[in-house]
């Protein structure tokens, strides 16, 4: 596959605590460059970005990152909120603890207010797969499915592990038509980028893609 056209299913991200404006700087100039799907960032770096790059960039951001246990209260004023100041996707951490407490519905019906509140913008869903088992990652592809959501995304890179093609294959295996597969975590080599990509996914997770293209 052309390393053009892999960039264009990356989503180029930079999620470190400590992420300077600087960095985030480097990472925008770099999405413009190379033509990444989107650059995903903090919250607190959204309305800079928008003011410095305005349409030149898609903005994507964290809400309820990278935990997840946050009340739904408090991710929907996070989505309210990252919109407001020129996001145009949000990935979202599911509430791990309802998962593992089997409150399903719960996590579906949490999922559905979010995508209500952000409409037409794009909603990407966390289920953090390293602590799910098998019959945990089949109910959450329902759960995306039945709550409208745009895509189920493996992980945070914030986890004890990342995507792997195993889930990538259980997901569209349960997965209805309409969802689409976002892996992130642990994506380090092209070789990776091109096995998901050729696997299924829509969109890919990584700090590394544009590094790792320049180097070859």
Known sequence: ???SEILKYVDHTLLKPYATWEDIGILCDEAIRYQTASVCIPPNYIKRVHDTYGERVNICTVVGFPLGYSTCGAKLEECILALKDGANEIDMVINITDVKNK?????????????ETIGNHILKVIIETCYLTTEEKIEM????????ADYIKT????GTGGATMEDIDLFKKHLGPNVKIKASGGI???EDMEAFIE???SRLGTSSAVKLINNA
């Open 199 to 201: 696997a299924g996914c």
């Open 155 to 158: 992980s945070t890179g914030f």
């Open 1 to 3: 596959m052309d390393h």
């Open 103 to 115: 409150d399903y519905k719960k996590v579906e019906d949490e999922i559905r207010k979010i995508k």
């Open 141 to 148: 592809c329902h759960a995306v499915t039945n709550a409208g």
């Open 188 to 190: 380090r080599t092209i």
